[in-house]
């Protein structure tokens, strides 16, 4: 029941963001103009890197374009980010493309609706402000090695090489590439080249050129002008070579079938259709031998895909949030992400999360609901049926190009410097790890890996800070007021597991020989199952030692361990007093009491 509750609750918030856009801030026909030109603006940068990314992750390019398309609509509709456009991403290539190797599309787009039910259930679970546990070493560290995985495989188109099989390892990446590189093909080089020196310096003519020219340079997205540029220079290398292959492009490495049983090049003028995922064939066109450990290999890579996909979204969102002064909602956002990643694949689109380049690009467009991100995926429909024979002429080396500079983004070099200059060597450590493991093993493990790390070097931080001080010795207390053979301490910070060994150790190495100990925890605002085993223990020493406790000062929390852990005070041994003063009245009538004891009976 309470999990239907909950879905229940996430469901009420399904296209919230849409309804408090457009129906309570009364939408216009003047932000439907401002979406209208903002949705155009981010359709034109999608098409490119939607099928660029489609290909880096081992699919054909038009299940990029299916997947802007309808999980795009999709996401718009019910997400929780009013302005976040969703959309294949750079992030998921180092994941998808394995699985695409051994599973083929099918095992691919099955992969995707599992993922998309992990990020129903993470929505159900309201587990969308968990985004805030993940430390920003870890977020930095995950994605410069993502950043990193992407620029290694845009090498061989870049550089047009002839490699057959691309070894799953890294390092075997890196000497296969080694080895293939002095055999690049000079053509293919030279167009990546143009479009990467476009792609780049696009932005910086704007301080060359002042007044109107300057605003084209702002306004036109890099991506445009680099494919543009790219293309003009593979037209003109095959028409001085007289060779039509003399550079590689969308058309001639990807073919199709057409309804007549000919063979198509490039990209099919074909809307998006529906299809069981699972009966689509495998890496060898056969269909997929669906079992058990199928199943298996697949969970755990669609696991990997949501937590992705959740992180990538959340992070999107409060990016955006930063820029607009809106407030996004996160559990919402999880479940239209879900959505859209269930529905689009059953329509040929791979797995979708928010585009953080793409959804600033719409915000600094004019965006002002997702009636933006609905028309960018209109925008990249109507380009598959009227512009399919222009985007099969798209160079691979272009392709290469623009993802070199969406990881070289998605890295956030500038931002890493900043951390690693200014945080404790600790963090530094964690980020290192997290660009190792995410490079070398797996995002999920860097990202799980990196969390446990950060925990340990905090409690560790915050152990340090759990201190114990002398009340006569720091001058808290006069030693008149302090009973003769009585020690009063301080304890400073949480008393939890990591901690509260040492503090206690730290002050029962002081009480040999001693009457009483009267402990102020004024300053104790929590105690954990392991502080209150450690206290329980140390109060049984000093009973061996007939030394007798008065604790003070008790606040809510470690009072109440206490008491479900059915502490019983014993009357001259260990008691509990309101405040520090009147643990000292108590400590002078327990002194009293002991130093008549021994008057009357010496061998006490």
Known sequence: MSKFILTRHNVLHLGRAMYDSCVLNRYTSQRFVSDLLAGLTVGIIAIPLAMALAINSGVDPQYGLYTAIVAGICIALTGGSRFSVSGPTAAFVVILFPIAQQYGVGGLLTASIMAGMFLLFFAAMRLGRLLIYIPIEVTQGFTLGIGILIGVLQIKDFFGLTIDSMPAEFHNKLAVLAHSLPNLNQHDTIVGMVSLITVFGWPKLKRIF???LSKIFTCVPSHLPAVILGMLAAWIICHYTGNDDAVQTIGSRFTYLNEDGTAGHGIPPILPHFSLPWNLPGPDGQPINWNIETIQNLMFAS????????????????????MTGTKHHSNSELLGQGIGNI???FFGGITATAAIARSAANVRAGATSPVAAIVHSLVVLLSILCLAPFLSMLPLASMAALLLMVAYNMSDIKGIAKTVRTVPLSDVF????????????DMVIAIAFGCIMATIFFMRSMAKMTTCRDLVETGKLHADKVPEGWLAYKINGPLFFAAADKVFNDIIVNCNGKRGLIIDFTAVNIIDAGGLSSLLHFQADLQRANVTLLMCDLQYQPLKTLVHAKFQPVEGKSEI????????????????????????????
């Open 210 to 212: 002042k007044g109107s």
């Open 430 to 441: 964690i980020l290192v790890i997290c660009v190792a493991l995410t490079v070398f093993f």
């Open 577 to 604: 007093c309101p405040n520090i003063e009147e643990a000292l009245i108590k400590a002078a009538g327990i002194g009293t009491i002991q130093e008549k004891t021994q008057a009357a009976d010496p061998a006490v």
């Open 303 to 322: 696991f990997s895909m949501a937590v992705l996909g959740a992180i990538e979204s959340l992070l999107c969102a409060v990016i955006l949030d930063g």
């Open 343 to 345: 529905v689009a694949p």
